[in-house]
Structures are given as C-alpha cells and as structure tokens.
C-alpha cells in the first residue's frame, strides 16, 4: 500500500505535514488511513492557540510529533471541495463522521490541502451541526482566505454534503464504520520535510 503525505494547510500556513496510508485510489477519489500515534511535523503554536485564532502571517516552525487522536479513515472524493473522515477511538470504535470543507493539489506523493475552516461534525447516528461558523465568517473578504463568493460556494458544497447525512447516503451509510487496519500495516515514516 502506498503512503501519501497530506500537508493541512490554513491561511497559507502549513499546521500538519501527516503521512497516510492509501486505502483504495480510483476514479471516485482516494480514501486513506491515518493510524493512531503516526509520525506527524506539527506547527509549534503559543501555548493554549489554535492556528485559526492567529494572524495569518505569521511563521510557525514545523516540529516531529505525533498524531494524537485515534485512528482516521479520510475519503477524498474526486473533484470535490471536501473530504469525510471517520473518526475512530484508540480501540477502533466509530465515533463519527467530520467533514473538511477544503480545496486539495496533489503533487506526487503529496497532497496539500486548504482548509476553508467551515466544517461539519456528524455523530453516528447522523445528527449533524456547522462547526467553526463564527471563525469561517471572519475570515472571509480577507486577501488570504477566500472572497464573499468563494464563501458562498465553500457552503454550498457543505449544503450538498448535509444533503447525504440526511438521507444516510454513501458516505453516510454505515459504509467502513466497521473499519480495522490490518495488523500487518506499520506506522508509516515520518516524511522529509520539504
């Protein structure tokens, strides 16, 4: 199985280089694993701050670390403006589905996606809610971020999303709720930084 790096980037500020395995890669998009404790360069951030509440100018230093949740199985559909994630415990339960409203480049074996900071938590039996509203309309009309209109279309696609979680539609189906890595899958390497 080949590994991928996707680099998450806000504001034209890279906060997460994470290496990820690639589950199935096909016409409909690519779906990937991210292992609980994989090796991650993380932006070292002020004590207490999310990148979202910082200026976004600002330089942060990329440090190795870890991924620090339970594992991840992340769809990234073809052509769209959005990736759904499964998000698991350390033990392998389903917690839910989070949707990344986002735009994604791939050059090689690296995947950098923009996070449009509005969001989607979904639970596991499909109640859904925005996330991050008040951060995502703040940041919008600014040169870094996205224009009035490049909003309206990131919540567009977040509409046409919800549309799915509501009529338990594929991604939203059950579809890999199940998921277990196999043993034989290795925490991948901590890449190179570019």
Same mark, same amino acid.
């Given at each position: 199985?080949? /590994?991928?790096?996707?680099?998450? /980037?806000?504001?034209?500020?890279?906060?997460? /280089?994470c290496? *990820? %395995?690639?589950?199935? *890669?096909?016409?409909?998009?690519?779906?990937l694993w991210i292992a609980p404790g994989t090796p991650v360069w993380r932006a070292e951030l002020p004590p207490g701050t999310h990148l979202r509440d910082l200026?976004?100018?600002?330089?942060?230093?990329? %440090?190795?670390?870890r991924w620090r949740r339970g594992g991840a199985l992340i769809?990234?559909?073809?052509?769209? *403006?959005?990736?759904v994630w499964w998000t698991f415990t350390e033990e392998q339960d389903f917690r839910g589905w989070y949707v990344n409203l986002e735009s994604r480049r791939r050059e090689g074996a690296d995947i950098h996606v923009t996070d449009h900071e509005l969001d989607i938590t979904v639970t596991p039996d499909r109640v859904w809610e925005w996330k991050d509203e008040e951060s995502f309309a703040a940041k919008t009309g600014h040169p870094v971020y996205w224009t009035a209109a490049e909003a309206a279309a990131i919540r567009a696609e977040g509409v046409r999303v919800t549309a799915l979680v509501e009529?338990?539609?594929?991604?939203?189906d059950g579809t890999w709720c199940d998921f277990r890595p196999p043993a034989?899958?290795?925490l991948p390497d901590l890449p190179e930084l570019p």
């Open positions: 199985m080949a /590994i991928v790096n996707v680099h998450l /980037i806000l504001g034209g500020t890279v906060s997460m /280089i290496p *990820a %395995r690639v589950v199935e *890669a096909g016409a409909g998009g690519l779906l200026p976004p100018d600002g330089c942060y230093p990329l %440090r190795a670390s769809l990234q559909p073809a052509g769209a *403006a959005h990736a009529s338990s539609s594929y991604p939203f034989s899958w290795p």
